[in-house]
């Protein structure tokens, strides 16, 4: 038996990475959010790897906080060990990376969604999206409990028809032995969506009683603390930390390994889904690079309540039995205890080309989805969908126009164009080198980037978002001094660069021309500069990277004025592409289907060549013309 | 930093008495400005009043490459709307291509086909009406384009620029393989490596640049096949045209052999033979792969020349080669009029439809008459030329030399001591603009090498 209940703005499936950021970001827009889960107990449970950031995802964490989002806030309260990787290379590729204590990370968050007003949590499985004439109208649960809404965001991860695999054994649970959703794809097909079928997985969990630390490599966070959340200090931030362990499989692994491949269910054809490349399990590495003689091996640990390890770059489908026999050939675990097992997880998830870049279906108005679901992989990548879907959710409810962050602005761009441009035939996993603009697009300007927009939206205060304009009009204004601060050859002078290993001055010169020689700094030539302010350490910070990177920086704010070009040259949503003749057949069908918003976004297109584009133009011309 | 400022070579590539280049756009008079020179050398056409033409030089730094008239354009009164800047030269193919290069080294860059009008239409300069037809010329011109491009790049420069691409490639996985895993991948002391290659690299580059100089990056000449059947005396007559007395255009070592191609030049035009003789002349087993590969050969060709043995009666062959020149360029050759001949002139008229001209390749008889026949064909333009390969070579020519200009900021970067990640910027142009040349679109290329060379992940 159905029947109605309450009316709500916005309804969140899922109450993972994604979903938090959607039903956080649409309630503190002042609107109506249902937040539905299969259990109230694992909001925001990493149910993988205990850590946040890392490699472009740390940059991605960043402009969430800098758009309003809670991730980073979330793991400032709740890391353990914190890393600043990459720092003896560029600022573009500084990235963060915490240790999180994942249990206190899943509180913090619950306590923090529990705590914002309009937003509801329920715990029920959503088995049917309610749609009429292409526009979403609710929510059905497996009980028969109908909510009308004005929008939805799906965020349900890996838990569509999850199945659990490891050995001859599967599961049909989600991640951690929860329960799977096995009802709602069914729905989802039926409204036209189009499922596909991926894989991940993950490695054993091993008592840390169990560990002998002193055969491994210990592997300490920085001393010096930088938060993700823009919103504090290092000093507030500073805390005891854990270590994570470093080790080595040997041959000995992966002659055992080798042995079992016909018992992996990887090999033996029992998995169907597609797994990443970027994180294979063992088997994969061993079998792949046949050449190598060890991988690295991360202990890490899940929290400061508990003796369970993650046993990182060792994540497996193989046999129990096996498992054991693989974690104790490496130094240090031969008496490992395994708490939980390593498995391989399948489950449904879109082809994501279904999708606007708003993160809104073509199809079916007011339906959003986010994270795992739109084949992406990571709790960061989850957390920015999610973010971005309910800030659209929200718009749509209110009226107003979504937001679109394109590539040449944030990493968020980057990832949502690859999701629903290219045809992903693999969870989709943030890396730098998907960003053509990176120098631009670093961890550390996130808030200057993006705060203008998480302001417009509503989910940055006055306060906060003037604090970042005046950031901005510090460092133009530091910048511009340094340029105009000229200096001569004089003793002083000569005597500090000598002592910074500086070739002395023949001539005169100005300040900036100082720090961008690559031996010296804002810091270092303090001495000579007399008119100096006292300024914050992130303007400092800022001014520093702008003025000695200058060169690199003019050069890809040129590429991103091209960019803009393509991309500012909108496509109407009603066009008809078998209308324009001259565009060679794969071109029709590719643009068909993916519905580019603009020329640039078409560009990116496989199948769609320049003189495809060339077409388009004149023909997008055209169009113009006769209206 | 290539501006939006377009050029082309607006006349035939024929050598007619003037060719123009024309130069459309917001630079199209600082260019102008940095190549011409007035006789007295005290003109600015920046400031001269619009529609005017002005007498005087084109300069390529000191040196002089033509004597020229221009016509200043000032938008939005021109085709395109935009500024414009047209320049009559002398004509000739070299002088002409030579301009076109020098605008595009002073910042333009070679309009795509079809763009002069493109522009013209986008900034509402025709009518609706037109809109289609231009999408149609875009459409052919820019197919006939992506198809010769690559044909018509000799073997080795496409491998060459493979090889580079691949370094390139393999080289910036690896550096963000490291980035993007720094715990795995340790990334060691990798700068002195990468700039021995980026060095080797520029080197390989550097020939092809002087290369392209010569013209000789692409194969620029009509396409012609002689087509006949054993000993009709194909040998023969590519050594009368070979000859001691004829201009004899060499190549740049070792590159004609690969291609099994001669060129000649008559009367000032370009032919590339490719010499089916030496597929021909081997054993009988092999005959059928070598009229495979003759017809194959004969399909691409621009001109087909069919050699007819007249001391023999017609065979197979001949009737399969008569059906192989049908609808196609051809001239026929009736060879061997030295000896008692069997057929006549009037036959093969009959039978090929094409002029037939009878000579003696024994003792160079007909040849004269052979060679007007070839000019006056391609002079009165019954002999399409592809004029799109010169266009081709100058827009090659420019992206060779962008991608050296990138990997040469990737030199300056490594011995500034900058940090990996800034290399992977500029080698990642000089991957793409090189892809632009051998025709390959930009894809996943990095992230699947990445993926497919180094051990990722968790």
Known sequence: ?627 | MKTDTIAAISTGMTNAGISIVRISGDEAFNIIDKIYSSPKGDKKLSEVPSHTVHYGYILDGDRTIDEVMVLVLRGPNTYTREDVIEIDCHGGVVVTKKILETVVKYGARVAEPGEFTKRAFVNGRIDLSQAEAVIDVINAKNEYALSSSLSQLKGNVLGKIKEIRDSIIHNVAFIEAALDDPEHIEIGNFSEELLMNVNSNLTVLDKLLESADNGRLLREGIKTVILGKPNAGKSSLMNVLLGEDRAIVTDIAGTTRDTLEETVSIHGITLNIVDTAGIRDTADVIEKIGVKKARENAMNADLIIYVVDGSRDFDENDYEIMELIKERKCVVLLNKSDLNMKITIEQLEELTHKTVIKISAKEGTGIEEFETCIKELFYEGKLNFNDEIYITNVRHKAAIAEAKESLLQVKNSILDGMSEDFFSIDLMSAYNTLGYIIGEMVDDDLVNTIFKEFCMGK
């Open chain 1, 1 to 627: 038996m159905s029947y109605t209940y309450e009316n709500y703005d916005v309804v969140v499936v899922g109450a993972g990475h994604a979903g938090c950021e959607a039903a956080l970001a649409s309630a503190r827009m002042s609107l109506d959010t249902l937040m539905f889960t299969v259990s109230v107990d694992s909001i925001a449970l990493m149910p993988c790897n205990p850590n946040v950031g890392g490699s472009s995802k740390g940059h991605l964490v960043r402009e969430i906080d800098a758009l309003g989002g809670e991730m980073g806030k979330n793991i400032d309260k709740t890391f353990i060990q914190s890393k600043m990787l990459n720092k003896s290379k560029g600022p573009a590729v500084h990235s963060l990376r915490a240790q999180a204590d994942k249990q206190d990370y899943s509180r913090t968050m619950r306590n923090v969604i529990e705590s914002t007003e309009h937003l509801t949590v329920k715990q029920a499985e959503v088995c049917e999206i309610l749609v009429e004439d292409g526009k979403v109208k609710g929510v059905k649960t497996y009980s028969g409990a109908i909510y009308p809404c004005k929008a939805v965001v799906l965020a349900t991860g890996t838990y569509l028809n999850a199945r659990c695999i490891y050995g001859d054994v599967s599961n049909y649970t989600g991640p951690n032995g929860l329960s799977a959703a096995n009802h709602l794809t069914d729905s989802l097909k039926s409204i036209g969506i189009e499922m596909q079928r991926f894989k991940t997985g993950t490695p054993a969990r091993i008592d840390k009683r169990s560990i002998d630390f002193s055969k491994m490599e210990e592997q300490k966070g920085d001393e010096e603390i930088v938060p993700f959340s823009f919103t504090n200090t290092p000093e507030e931030l500073e805390r005891p930390q854990v270590s994570c362990w470093l080790t080595y499989t040997n041959e000995t692994t992966h002659q055992i390994i080798r042995d079992n491949l016909d018992r992996s269910p990887l090999y033996s054809g029992n998995i169907e889904g597609t797994g990443p490349r970027y994180c294979p399990s063992i088997e994969d590495k061993v079998v792949r690079f046949a050449d190598k003689d060890r991988h690295q091996v991360f202990i890490e640990p899940e929290g400061n309540y508990t003796n369970e390890m993650y046993i990182g770059g060792m994540s497996s489908s193989l046999p129990e039995d096996v498992q054991y026999k693989m974690y104790r050939s490496v130094p240090g675990l031969e008496n490992a205890k395994i708490v939980r097992n390593a498995y391989a997880i399948e489950y449904d998830c879109i082809k994501p080309n279904q999708l606007k870049s708003t993160l809104e279906f073509k199809k079916i108005e007011g339906l959003f989805s986010g994270g795992q679901f739109n084949g992406s992989s990571g709790y960061e990548e989850a957390a920015a969908q999610g973010l971005i879907a309910g800030i659209n959710a929200g718009l749509k409810v209110l009226g107003k126009t979504p937001i679109i962050l394109d590539r040449s602005e944030s990493y968020i761009g980057v990832l949502i164009d690859d999701l629903v441009t290219k045809e992903n035939k693999e969870p989709y996993r943030m890396m730098t080198s998907r960003s053509e603009y990176r120098l631009l697009l670093r961890q550390d300007n996130a808030d200057l980037r993006l705060s203008k927009i998480g302001h417009q939206v509503g989910l940055i205060s006055d306060e906060r978002y003037e604090g970042v304009v005046e950031k901005e009009r510090l460092i133009q204004e530091e910048i511009a001094r340094l340029e105009q601060t000229t200096i001569g050859a004089s003793k002083e002078v000569q005597e500090m660069l000598e002592s910074n290993g500086s070739t002395p001055l023949k001539t005169g010169t100005n300040l900036a021309e100082l720090i961008r020689r690559p031996e010296l700094s804002y810091e270092s030539i303090a001495s000579i500069d007399k008119d100096r302010k006292e300024l914050a350490r992130d303007v400092i910070q800022q001014v520093n990277i702008n003025i000695k990177y200058e060169g690199y920086i003019k050069r890809q704010l040129k590429q991103v004025e091209q960019f803009k070009k393509l991309e500012s040259k909108l496509i109407p949503e009603d066009i008809d592409y078998d209308d324009v003749h001259s565009l060679r057949l794969e071109a029709k069908q590719k643009l068909s289907l993916v519905k580019p918003h603009s020329v640039g976004q078409a560009s990116r297109i496989a199948g769609v060549s320049p003189a495809d584009l060339s077409v388009l133009l004149v023909y997008l011309s055209a169009h113009h013309v006769k209206k």
